[in-house]
């Protein structure tokens, strides 16, 4: 179903899950997104809670153009093969790992 500007889902957690979030159209048609990654996304923004990645591991990978907003506390992230990219990660426990990065900007609060 598509939600006309009536009916859209707004407040916290109306677009937290990955499939919700896919429905929501934050994430673009070729992105894939799981609980322990995100992967190919062009031109988009994803927003990840703290129920979103139970493992407590991110592997974010061949993304372009994009904003991730990870939210959630993490033991570790990887982000791998991304271009023109920002990442926001709320919170890391052991590491923030950036490979074969080109123009991302990794944010740690």
């Not at 179903?1 to 707004?10: C, I, R």
């Not at 929501?24 to 992967?39: A, E, F, Y």
């Not at 994009?66 to 990219?85: E, F, H, K, M, R």
Request: glycine share 12%; aromatic share 2%.
């Amino acid at each position: 179903p598509s939600y006309g500007m009536a009916t859209a889902p707004f407040g916290p957690g109306a677009c937290a899950s990955p499939r919700a979030q896919r429905h929501c159209g934050l994430v673009g048609p070729t992105g894939q997104v799981d609980d322990s990654s995100i992967s190919g996304m062009h031109k988009g923004t994803i927003v990840r809670g703290e129920a979103d990645v139970p493992g407590g591991v991110l592997r974010i990978t061949d993304c372009h153009d994009s904003v991730l907003y990870i939210l959630t506390p993490l033991q570790a992230v990887l982000v791998s093969g991304c271009s023109d990219c920002t990442v926001v990660v709320g919170a890391a426990g052991r590491i923030v790992r950036l490979d074969r990065c080109d123009k991302v900007q990794a944010v740690r609060s």
